[in-house]
């Protein structure tokens, strides 16, 4: 793998965040408040929390789903369709972070959450290195999906996805996947260990692979990734 600037530690945290460790079975929503500043935000994802709004003017709140949506790496299920996209598409990391931010947030999708203080946020963290992006784009370069998220070692916590085209989306995940299993065979790890979280698991993600798993299952799985190197 490349040689590449690790990511910049910001400020740490100045609020005392939930442990997800300490809560009630079942319960999702840990606490309401803080900031989004770097720090906390990183904070959040080292400990098993992320961000989102608790209603469309709400304050922020930070979950931690019980169960945890994850998508085992050798799980993601690449269907005949799926792999005539991908020879379609072309893939992209981090040429368009803001661009991806913003068709995510696109207030027209329903339940859209991600408004301007969310995009500050998460541009910031990808100028630090610690958010990317994926894009899926024509031949000619025009962008019709992508997905983001936040990496931190072998934790890669996705945020959102988009597509304009059929199984735009889909073939950004596709490349995601095989970019995290491809760091993992560069320094001899197991990909098993990384931890490609999606918060929830819906009936459209579990088409892709996606499972379920215990919230303590999912911190044990957290601790163990947060030791591996970085895929971006």
């Not at 040689?3 to 079975?25: F, K, M, N, R």
Request: charged share 25%.
């Amino acid at each position: 793998m490349p040689t590449v600037d690790p990511p910049i530690e910001p400020a740490a945290s100045p609020w005392q965040l939930p442990d997800p460790g300490a809560a009630l079975t079942g319960a999702e929503l840990l606490g309401v408040g803080a900031d989004l500043e770097a720090g906390t935000l990183l904070a959040a994802y080292r400990s098993g929390m992320f961000p989102m709004p608790v209603d469309d003017d709400g304050p922020v709140g930070w979950w931690s789903p019980d169960p945890r949506g994850v998508l085992v790496l050798a799980d993601l299920r690449v269907t005949k369709s799926l792999r005539t996209s991908c020879r379609r598409f072309v893939t992209t990391v981090d040429t368009a972070f803001d661009d991806v931010m913003l068709a995510c947030g696109d207030p027209r999708r329903p339940g859209g959450w991600i408004n301007d203080d969310v995009r500050a946020a998460y541009a910031e963290l990808h100028r630090l290195g610690w958010a990317h992006s994926v894009e899926t784009r024509t031949a000619e370069g025009d962008l019709v999906g992508g997905l983001y998220g936040v990496e931190v070692g072998g934790l890669f916590a996705g945020e959102s996805m988009f597509s304009t085209e059929r199984d735009a989306s889909k073939v950004a995940l596709v490349a995601l996947v095989e970019r995290l299993r491809a760091a993992s065979e560069a320094v001899g790890s197991r990909a098993a260990d990384r931890l490609l979280d999606v918060q929830w698991r819906t009936d459209h993600l579990a088409t892709l692979g996606v499972t379920e798993i215990p919230r303590r299952d999912y911190l044990t799985r957290l601790h163990l990734a947060l030791t591996l190197h970085p895929a971006f």
